[in-house]
């Protein structure tokens, strides 16, 4: 059973235009979402990530938006570039110290310059 | 920012032998490292959760005697693929989270592992 669903699987983006990942979550005791990128042949890198408790989170060009109660979570890339093209993952925990991951299925971002 | 390293980066090996893969934590003492298998276009599947100074505790359907893992140290875990077979070919990544608590999860780079 998925425990987080994400959606698009690919994603085409022109250069500059915003990409928007989704990702849905059953378990409401999950309490700690993070978003990974992943370049070929790499180990996922933390992006960013959010708690429940703010609905929005912006670190640079990245935006978490997180809606409790529709149990959805989505990642924003404004002026997306060339070089996010990677591919993405949400993630759910119970808690920072939460032992397990569950990860998302993954979405693959190409940016088109 | 917290490190992992894992090593090799890639490796081919023949079947039926056996191979290593470590992952160390440079920078903090990690508590509980994972270990995950990771296919072409797919997502990440857990295969082991490695507590240092216990046995690891292993996902369902994941064969412990064929994926060995041992976590001596707070900043080491090994993943041995012991008789490896072309269908053991895949990426492996490890990651692990200080044992302060209250930190995220970080990853190694991964490992490709090709049986001929």
Not at chain 1, 26 to 44: I, L, S, V
Not at chain 2, 85 to 109: K, M, Q, V
Request: hydrophobic share 35%; charged share 15%; net charge positive.
């Amino acid at each position: 059973q998925q425990q987080v669903k994400q959606s698009p699987q690919s994603l085409i983006v022109q250069k500059g235009g915003i990409s928007i990942i989704n990702c849905a979550y059953e378990n409401t005791a999950f309490d700690y979402f993070p978003w990974y990128q992943q370049f070929p042949g790499k180990g996922p890198a933390l992006l960013i990530a959010i708690r429940p408790d703010v609905s929005e989170k912006k670190e640079g060009r990245f935006t978490i938006s997180f809606n409790k109660s529709a149990k959805q979570f989505s990642l924003h890339i404004m002026d997306s570039q060339p070089g996010d093209s990677a591919t993405y993952f949400c993630a759910a925990s119970m808690g920072m110290t939460g032992n397990q991951f569950y990860f998302g299925t993954g979405t693959s971002l190409t940016v088109i310059p | 920012g917290a490190v992992v390293s894992q090593h090799p980066s890639r490796v081919i090996c023949k079947s039926g032998t056996s191979v290593k893969i470590e992952c160390r934590s440079l920078d903090f003492q990690a508590t509980t490292m994972f270990w995950y298998r990771q296919f072409p276009k797919q997502s990440l599947m857990l295969m082991a959760t490695s507590n240092e100074g216990s046995k690891a505790t292993y996902e369902q359907g994941v064969e412990k005697d064929k994926f060995l893992i041992n976590h001596a140290s707070l900043t080491l875990s090994t993943l041995t693929v012991t008789s490896a077979h072309p269908e053991d070919s895949s990426f492996y990544i490890c990651s692990a989270r200080s044992r302060t608590g209250g930190a995220p999860l970080h990853f190694g780079n991964g490992t490709r592992l090709t049986v001929t």
